[in-house]
């Protein structure tokens, strides 16, 4: 496993070992041991979710304002432009983002920690996208941050993603509850 820092600190990009031969290939997609060696961090997952989009759906920004989520997101097909956005008031990062992108092939994973908000847009023409999650969804707690507020100023590259109802009208940075 070999951990690349994204620009915020607290967000990492998780490139598995991938073992291939003629048969196709094998990788440890979590390991709770190997994760904490080479993060530092020790979770625990509680949810696994599966969601399939298809080409220019964007999801997100989601967060839960109690009972906040660490996810670690990966690809199953297709492929993704992840957002992470730091939510936390307390943080000298509070409303800069970073953006991955994810996909089957490369097999990367991303983990974005409690205190962040998280949303995709499908970049293939199906994605399936794959998380886990430090605890359960509570729909009560969950909030969006509207996608395109001009004070995030994330280039998710393209115009008009197909939305929700909850992610067409998600709150802009300076109007959405925050972590302290």
Same mark, same amino acid.
């Given at each position: ?26 990788? @440890?997609?979590?390991? $709770? +041991? ?9 979770? !625990?997952?509680?949810?696994?979710? *599966? #969601? ?48 991955? @992108?994810?996909?089957? $092939? +490369? ?9 962040? !908000?998280?949303?995709?847009?499908? *970049? #293939? ?56």
């Amino acid at each position: 496993m070999h951990i690349e820092p994204t620009a915020l600190p607290e967000v990492l990009i998780i490139e598995p070992t991938i073992h291939d031969d003629d048969r196709g290939y094998f990788f @440890e997609s979590f390991n $709770a +041991r190997d994760f904490r060696q080479a993060t530092g961090v020790e979770v !625990a997952f509680v949810q696994d979710n *599966r #969601s399939g989009s298809r080409a220019g759906v964007l999801r997100g920004l989601h967060y839960q304002i109690e009972r906040p989520q660490g996810k670690l997101v990966s690809v199953t097909a297709g492929a993704t432009l992840n957002v992470a956005v730091d939510l936390r008031r307390s943080s000298p990062n509070f409303g800069r983002h970073v953006a991955v @992108e994810l996909d089957s $092939a +490369r097999r990367r994973q991303l983990w974005i920690p409690p205190g962040f !908000a998280h949303g995709f847009v499908a *970049r #293939s023409e199906f994605a399936e996208v794959l998380y886990k999650t430090t605890d359960y969804w509570y729909p009560e707690h969950e909030r969006s941050l509207l996608w395109n507020d001009p004070a995030l100023g994330i280039d998710w590259g393209i115009a008009e993603p197909t939305l929700s109802g909850k992610d067409r009208d998600g709150k802009v940075l300076a109007e959405a509850e925050s972590y302290g």
